[in-house]
């Protein structure tokens, strides 16, 4: 299996620009997250999606950002305008989801945003 | 509201000795914990995970982790450290009904001296 798949890799956007980091997760997996990682602030849950549909959006910093997930096998995360606060590594991870147990999230190797 | 303190920023140790890593959670009620782990520009990679049962679960790569709840920790220690366990290392916890939240710890930057 190829594991979560993640584009880019790396992104250098200037602010104001519109930003857009996709993910691909494992094929079967029914649970899709959005993680953000700066050294100030950790790793953060930005939303999580279930069977497509956004089950918690909680952690979505603001209206700049939204994500997208039209179909099992791709999402996208959007930040428009982007800011330099916005620069971090942004993770996506996917898990089988559906059950009580906790299943195992997989990570993706994560996008590196730099906005100038 | 949940939380996992990881009292150590950076700990630096010998290869071949032993390791432990404190992680400490606030909740009321036995969450779901884990372990990853980040190596550098990478993602980050389940090393165990505990739910129920036996308190002292084994996980990959020789780690393994005690879940003791009157201490409300998780610590995750390895009997002999190698030079390619260097990483950051993350614990986290998930309520159990938050369909797959994970709430994280600050981690803890491992350094590994020859």
């Known amino acids: 299996d190829a594991g979560v798949i993640q584009s880019p890799r790396h992104e250098v956007t200037e602010m104001g620009q519109e930003v857009t980091l996709r993910c691909k997760p494992i094929?079967?997996?029914?649970?899709l997250f959005w993680y953000r990682q700066t050294m100030m602030r950790g790793l953060e849950l930005l939303i999580y999606?279930?069977?497509?549909?956004?089950?918690?959006d909680s952690g979505m910093p603001e209206d700049r950002f939204s994500a997208k997930m039209p179909n099992a096998s791709f999402s996208t995360l959007k930040i428009q305008p982007s800011e330099p606060r916005d620069s971090a590594v942004y993770f996506c991870?996917?898990?089988?989801?559906?059950?009580?147990?906790?299943?195992?999230?997989?990570f993706g190797p994560g996008t590196r945003l730099l906005v100038l | 509201a949940q939380s996992v303190t990881q009292p150590d920023i950076h700990i630096t140790v010998s290869e071949g000795a032993s390791l432990e890593l404190r992680c400490n959670y606030s909740y009321g009620a036995t969450p779901y914990l884990f372990w990853y782990v980040q190596s550098p520009g990478q993602g980050l990679q389940l090393l165990l995970k505990?739910?129920?049962?036996?308190?002292l679960v084994q996980g990959i790569k020789g780690f393994e982790a005690e879940f003791k709840r009157s201490q409300s920790s998780f610590n995750l220690r390895k009997p002999s450290v190698h030079w390619s366990d260097a990483a950051e290392y993350f614990c986290a916890v998930e309520r159990g009904n938050q369909g797959g939240k994970l709430i994280f710890g600050q981690g803890t930057e491992l350094s590994v001296k020859p």
């Open positions: 094929s079967g997996h029914n649970s």
């Open positions: 999606f279930n069977n497509n549909v956004p089950i918690d």
């Open positions: 505990y739910f129920s049962g036996d308190t």
């Open positions: 991870a996917s898990s089988l989801g559906g059950t009580e147990i906790q299943e195992t999230q997989y």
